[in-house]
């Protein structure tokens, strides 16, 4: 991991620039650009062939700084004290003055924010005078990175820089609360809502209903891989990759272990990862095996079925 001064230092002179990077979180890695340049931000949809329809998560060092551009409440506060920085995501109420650009909101009146933990990501926030719009650093509705090397598969040399961070911890997006009105999740992710629902004393429940993409990831088909996924599978046909979450008595080249101990967080971490490989394997289609919808398998569960949605 190299997280050294030089690397903050040329990173801060591409955004600068209105240059988009590629930065390390504690999810999966960004594309960032200044959030406040509709120049900048014109060019993470024209790199990700992603819809202005869909609006960003914009990355904040500190609640100072958030302050600048969004309404906080009770709910909000209870939940940053616990769980920030980390894997979570608010969907806020926009302030009149805020100097965020009209892409990245749709022309809402709403800001989905987060302060991510990623050490490195932290410390070049604090380096620059505006927050970073940074959805992750892939093409649209493809799986997301969550190393340097996947942005490089994924763009090759269209962007300027990439922060080496090493390998996502977390290796999925962060969980959003909704936090206009009546607390309510909008997308699982690195956080359980059980842990949300015991800070705010509160029973959440995650509905993907919305019609209108008020959030990132609420499209149909998201997270794939680019080829056919069936799951809930017991045997899988011979060409298939088939992954697995429990160590199996035999043995094949085709099987790929998420966890071999039913480990769903560990499971969750490695998803994407695995499925990157499978696909530049050229496999033509991913079996899966029943996933448990409990804690991290919810979260997994909700990737598989939209990575697999026709």
């Known amino acids: 991991m190299k997280n050294n001064f030089s690397n903050i230092k040329k990173s801060k002179y591409?955004?600068?620039?209105?240059?988009?990077?590629?930065?390390?979180?504690?999810?999966?890695?960004?594309?960032?650009?200044n959030a406040?340049?509709?120049?900048?931000?014109?060019?993470?949809?024209?790199?990700?062939?992603?819809?202005?329809?869909?609006?960003?998560?914009?990355h904040y060092h500190n609640l100072k700084m958030l302050k600048n551009d969004c309404q906080t409440n009770a709910y909000f506060i209870k939940l940053y004290k616990k769980l920030c920085p980390g894997p979570i995501t608010f969907v806020l109420r926009l302030k009149k003055s805020s100097n965020i650009s009209k892409n990245v909101t749709n022309k809402?009146?709403?800001?989905?924010?987060?302060?991510?933990?990623?050490?490195?990501?932290?410390?070049?926030?604090?380096?620059?005078?505006?927050?970073?719009?940074?959805?992750?650093?892939?093409?649209?509705?493809?799986?997301?990175?969550?190393?340097?090397?996947?942005?490089k598969d994924e763009f090759g040399k269209k962007i300027k820089f990439i922060i080496d961070g090493g390998r996502s911890k977390i290796g999925l997006e962060s969980t959003i609360v909704s936090l206009i009105n009546k607390p309510q999740i909008l997308r699982l992710g690195g956080i359980k809502v059980s842990i949300i629902n015991k800070i705010l004393k509160t029973r959440l429940k995650f509905k993907n209903k919305n019609k209108k993409i008020i959030i990132p990831g609420q499209g149909k088909i998201h997270y794939s891989p680019g080829i056919p996924i069936r799951l809930n599978i017991k045997k899988p046909k011979q060409y298939e990759a088939f992954m697995l979450i429990k160590k199996k008595k035999l043995s094949d080249k085709n099987f790929y272990y998420l966890s071999k101990t039913n480990n769903l967080k560990e499971a969750a971490k490695n998803l994407y990862k695995t499925m990157r490989i499978i696909k530049n394997k050229n496999f033509k289609c991913i079996a899966v095996e029943k996933i448990p919808n409990t804690g991290f398998g919810e979260v997994i569960n909700d990737r598989l079925k939209r990575a697999s949605a026709k």
Do not use: M, W
């Open 108 to 151: 809402k009146k709403t800001l989905a924010v987060r302060f991510p933990k990623h050490s490195v990501t932290r410390k070049l926030l604090k380096e620059l005078k505006y927050p970073l719009a940074a959805p992750s650093a892939n093409i649209s509705s493809r799986i997301s990175p969550v190393s340097k090397e996947d942005v």
């Open 14 to 33: 591409y955004l600068d620039k209105n240059e988009c990077i590629g930065i390390p979180t504690e999810t999966v890695y960004g594309l960032a650009a």
């Open 36 to 58: 406040y340049s509709q120049k900048a931000t014109s060019k993470i949809f024209k790199l990700k062939k992603r819809t202005k329809k869909n609006p960003l998560i914009v």
